[in-house]
């Protein structure tokens, strides 16, 4: 059933968001002569490596740079890039992995081949479903570009600060997936853009309702600070990024 909403979904969404995305694509062209699409490497299912097509928001050749986590004021992103990544338009291109069978609409965030190496055993778990365009971690960290503003080294920030909240709550929705459940999300995605201290209400409600501990219910709330944890399956912070061989 999940599949074949999936397929529906995404079929429409392309459908309907067609015009916008020519246009939008149209204009990135314009900007600097290159493709407007960033074909991402990401490791999906069963770690098994996809191709998600991502509309570009950074300068040709970003990813060569050696960096996986954005900040705000990232001086790759390029000026039209601003508006791609606040209206999440980027996003919109991977409906046509979701159609393909690469991504769900809802699931753990894909993650980049040097990332996943760094997994622990517990966070290995990820990989037993589909990848989503969204999830808790999505709508609770939706201001990830923000968390790393004016960071000398965004990267260790991410795994000290975000990639814990964001790991615990994939597991957790792994362990109690199902339709209903991405409705909820699908429309808490929505509503996170116009109303967000309701939707993290909502979220953290839904998260305690699932059976998370207190510790992530008020991580998902975002009403305190996040302090630096360990990723699930470890006792220590992230000191350093270290890439296992």
Not at 94 to 119: C, F, H, I, T
Not at 123 to 137: A, H, K, Q, Y
Not at 210 to 231: F, I, N, Q, W
Request: proline letters at 6%.
């Amino acid at each position: 059933m999940k599949r074949g909403f999936d397929i529906i979904a995404s079929a429409v969404g392309l459908l309907v968001a067609s015009p916008l995305l020519v246009t939008i694509c149209f204009m990135i062209w314009l900007q600097d002569r290159h493709s407007p699409f960033y074909i991402a490497e990401r490791v999906g299912k069963g770690h098994r490596p996809f191709r998600m097509v991502k509309i570009r928001s950074m300068i040709v050749k970003a990813d060569q740079t050696g960096v996986d986590s954005t900040a705000g004021d990232d001086r790759r992103i390029t000026p039209l890039g601003h508006l791609v990544r606040k209206l999440k338009l980027d996003e919109l291109s991977q409906l046509w992995n979701v159609l393909k069978g690469d991504m769900s609409l809802v699931g753990p965030r894909p993650n980049v081949p040097r990332e996943v190496a760094m997994y622990t055993s517990e966070e290995n778990m990820l990989l037993e479903i589909r990848p989503g365009i969204t999830d808790f971690s999505s709508i609770v960290f939706a201001d990830e570009g923000d968390i790393l503003h004016r960071t000398k080294d965004p990267d260790l920030r991410y795994h000290q600060i975000i990639r814990p909240w964001k790991s615990r709550l994939g597991l957790l929705y792994v362990k109690k997936s199902g339709l209903f459940l991405d409705l909820k999300l699908i429309f808490l995605t929505f509503t996170n853009s116009l109303a967000r201290a309701w939707t993290l209400q909502k979220v953290s409600q839904i998260v305690s309702s699932l059976g998370g501990d207190p510790e992530l219910v008020e991580a998902a709330s975002r009403r305190k600070a996040l302090s630096p944890k360990p990723p699930p399956g470890s006792d220590q912070v992230v000191q350093k990024r270290v890439i296992k061989q």
